[in-house]
T-cell receptor
Framework: GEDVEQSLFLSVREGDSSVINCTYTDSSSTYLYWYKQEPGAGLQLLTY?????DMKQDQRLTVLLNKKDKHLSLRIADTQTGDSAIYFCALVDSSYKLIFGSGTRLLVRP | NAGVTQTPKFQVLKTGQSMTLQCAQD?????MSWYRQDPGMGLRLIHY???????DQGEVPNGYNVSRSTTEDFPLRLLSAAPSQTSVYFC?????????????????FGSGTRLTVV
């Protein structure tokens, strides 16, 4: 089945850029997603990228997709303490199920 | 527009008890799913449904049953609770649409049910 991998933890200083990486095995997904989960809360769709795009920018967020290497990344510019959360990459597999990575916990230090 | 509503928010069960986690959505979404979230393991799919009357197993279905008699509701039943089922459970719904140039399966999530089995 589909396998989606993320590193578990990232720590950055406030004002720096954060880059969260994700690799996957199934390349059939039309969209790839980034979700954000704040402590004690549900998941919020943060951004997405269509599979025929290489890059998408949305304010402080930049999503890069390398389909050849099956690698997805989320860059957060000027990271703030409010960005501290768990970030999940996710994609829809060939059976239309939404599959998640294990999540990357981002800690922003003042 | 309430989105996806899960009840209860918190529950403590004794081993062997049964219960039903409720999930309802008012967006007329065809797809609904149940996930469990455990530390360091992300979200794992328990069961999902692509429409009323249709359900299928996900990655970790054992110990759980679902049914989808209406588009709006997708209850998750624990038949005989075990401590290994202590987790946070999320329900999600989606309506694949053809906008933005392709099929978009972006899901909307409920706020979760925190279940403890003692």
């Amino acid at each position: 089945g589909e396998d989606v991998e993320q590193s578990l933890f990232l720590s950055v200083r406030e004002g720096d850029s954060s880059v969260i990486n994700c690799t996957y095995t199934d390349s059939s997904s039309t969209y790839l997603y980034w979700y954000k989960q704040e402590p004690g809360a549900g998941l919020q769709l943060l951004t997405y990228i269509f599979s025929n795009m290489d890059m998408k920018q949305d304010q402080r967020l930049t999503v890069l997709l390398n389909k050849k290497d099956k690698h997805l990344s989320l860059r957060i510019a000027d990271t703030q303490t409010g960005d501290s959360a768990i970030y999940f990459c996710a994609l829809v597999d060939s059976s239309y199920k939404l599959i998640f990575g294990s999540g990357t916990r981002l800690l922003v230090r003042p | 527009n309430a989105g996806v509503t899960q009840t209860p928010k918190f529950q403590v069960l004794k081993t062997g008890q049964s219960m039903t986690l409720q999930c309802a959505q008012d967006m007329n979404h065809e797809y609904m799913s149940w996930y469990r979230q455990d530390p360091g393991m992300g979200l794992r799919l328990i069961h999902y449904s692509v429409g009323a009357g249709i359900t299928d197993q996900g990655e970790v279905p054992n110990g759980y049953n679902v049914s989808r008699s209406t588009t709006e509701d997708f209850p998750l039943r624990l038949l005989s609770a075990a401590p290994s089922q202590t987790s946070v459970y999320f329900c999600a719904s989606s309506s694949p649409s053809g906008h933005r140039g392709g099929l978009d399966y972006g899901y909307t999530f409920g706020s979760g049910t925190r279940l403890t089995v003692v």
